[in-house]
């Protein structure tokens, strides 16, 4: 089975702080997608990379940077977190065009 | 710009009542679709999906999909719900000339009566 593990189910951060959201694949996928749940909004793409060092924005990049040096690992960077940064997160992975994603079960930050 | 649109926000049925969740997505080429739920506290999983071919596509829990080009229209269907199927219901669409990149709807929440 494919495994998408996101370091922390919960966080709360502080405002202000750097905040890292992990996330691991372990099925060789090529894609890798980090989304923010919220009620109402569904999932909205924050990024998305496509291979290893490849980055692009998705629809809200803003206050946030991803990392991916490694292609089994995605990591979503607050550079400074604020409070409308509380959300969801889900990380995904795919194998690249014409598949399905398969999802982690996601971070709940709070940022206080 | 590529979008996708899931009309009602959260849908109550009778268990044993048929179902039907709707969505529709704006891409200018041929899409690939899917139907994700996520259950409370859970992360997504994947329902069913379409790529080409036969255009009604069944998947798993008994959920159906039929894609019609002519309304660019992606809908969900069960001919009767259980109450285990209360869940957020997400509609989605593969991007295949950007790399895979993957949209979703705003989502639909089900609530089943007993």
């Not at chain 1, 924050?46 to 990392?67: A, L, Q, T």
């Not at chain 2, 709707?22 to 506290?41: I, M």
Request: net charge neutral; with cysteine.
């Amino acid at each position: 089975d494919v495994k998408v593990t996101q370091s922390s189910r919960y966080l709360v951060k502080r405002t202000g702080e750097k905040v890292f959201l992990e996330c691991v694949q372990d099925m060789d996928h090529e894609n890798m997608f980090w989304y923010r749940q919220d009620p109402g909004l569904g999932l909205r793409l924050i990024y998305f990379s496509y291979d290893v060092k490849m980055k692009e924005k998705g629809d809200i990049p803003e206050g946030y940077s991803v990392s991916r040096e490694k292609k089994e690992r995605f990591s979503l960077i607050l550079e400074s977190a604020s409070t409308n940064q509380t959300s969801m997160y889900l990380c995904a992975s795919s194998f690249g065009v014409r598949t399905e994603a398969f999802f982690g079960q996601g971070t709940r930050l709070t940022v206080v | 710009a590529q979008s996708v649109t899931q009309p009602d926000i959260h849908i109550t049925v009778s268990e044993g009542a048929s179902l039907e969740l709707r969505c529709n997505y704006s891409y200018g080429a041929t899409p690939y679709l899917f139907w994700y739920v996520q259950s409370p506290g859970q992360g997504l999983q994947l329902l069913l999906k379409y790529f080409s071919g036969d255009t009604l596509v069944q998947g798993i829990k008994g959920f159906e999909a039929e894609f019609k080009r002519s309304q660019s229209s992606f809908n969900l269907r069960k001919p009767s719900v259980h109450w285990s199927d209360a869940a957020e219901y997400f509609c989605a669409v593969g991007l295949y000339n950007q790399g895979g990149k993957l949209i979703f709807g705003q989502g639909t929440e089900l609530s089943v009566k007993p």
